[in-house]
């Protein structure tokens, strides 16, 4: 089940990459044409065709549109394999959390289950764990069955 999360992950990590790449690509475009526009814009006030009053109108709303396209453009600019590598090092834990636990000492025991677990209660003679988040997840599939659930990038986000 972990390999097809894996998969399924990698997929959505690859359309929200293409995302990303195309909308870079658009918003460069706009951006080219913003400047194209400023160009002509001064070419028009230099040759008289528009006021002063308008160049600096329009100027001054075509460059808050520039630094606007130009901050976006900065923040695509950074692909997004964190959230990949996260959720490989979570499938991974999930995978080996009996194992570890069984295998390491005390303390490294407290730190596994601090990050599996939120809370635990005691309910007349019964452990009660509260898994933390996407670990949930994994739980409920594993109570329910129900793995494959829906397959789209809400569910996927949900694991993060």
Not at 67 to 94: D, F, Q, V, W, Y
Not at 129 to 141: A, E, M
């Amino acid at each position: 089940m972990a390999e097809e999360i894996a998969s399924a992950l990698r997929t959505s990590h690859s359309c929200v990459e293409q995302e990303r790449v195309e909308t870079k690509q658009r918003l460069e475009k706009q951006r080219r044409a913003l400047l194209s526009k400023l160009d002509r814009g001064y070419d028009d006030l230099v040759s008289r065709k528009i006021t002063e009053d308008m160049w600096t109108r329009k100027s001054e709303q075509w460059e808050e549109e520039r630094r606007s396209l130009e901050a976006e453009l900065l923040r695509l600019e950074r692909p997004n394999g964190e959230m990949m590598l996260t959720s490989e090092k979570i499938l991974e834990l999930a995978k080996q959390a009996e194992f570890l636990y069984k295998t390491q000492d005390p303390i490294e025991q407290r730190r596994l289950l601090e990050t599996v677990l939120s809370n635990c209660t005691f309910d007349r003679g019964t452990l009660c764990p509260t898994y933390t988040k996407p670990f949930d997840l994994f739980v409920r599939g594993n109570k329910t069955g129900e793995w494959r659930g829906r397959r789209d990038s809400n569910s996927m986000n949900a694991l993060f």
